[in-house]
């Protein structure tokens, strides 16, 4: 069965870092459009990053210049990197993709990971 794994989450202090990775795993040929969400408790989950077709990337406006996103398709993984993390950072992320599997493209969300931001 094909599935999204995130890890890299936890609890970092104001102004430091993390690296996120979303693995894909199973019978995947390649993954398209990666992007990670993020949702914070009592709201509604939002676009943080996305790879679009081409490559081109979009961010949140609240996360332009502190995050990037990447990927490596040779591993069908997809990173975000997040420096100077912000209590208002702190959000359940989810990563998910497009894959490309025998059935055809089915998009999928991994089982999100906790990011935490405090001191």
């Known amino acids: 069965q094909e599935q999204l794994v995130e890890s890299g989450g936890g609890l970092v202090q104001p102004g430091g870092s993390l690296r996120l990775s979303c693995a894909a795993s199973?019978?995947?040929?390649?993954?398209?459009?990666p992007g990670w969400y993020r949702q914070a408790p009592g709201k509604q989950r939002e676009l943080v990053a996305v790879i679009r077709s081409g490559g081109t990337t979009n961010y949140a406006d609240s996360v332009k210049g502190r995050f990037t996103i990447s990927r490596d398709n040779a591993q069908n993984t997809v990173y975000l990197q997040m420096n100077s993390l912000k209590p208002e950072d702190t959000a359940v992320y989810f990563c998910n993709a497009n894959v490309g599997t025998i059935r055809g493209w089915v998009n999928l969300w991994g089982q999100g990971t906790q990011v935490t931001v405090s001191s």
């Open positions: 199973g019978s995947i040929f390649s993954i398209a459009v």
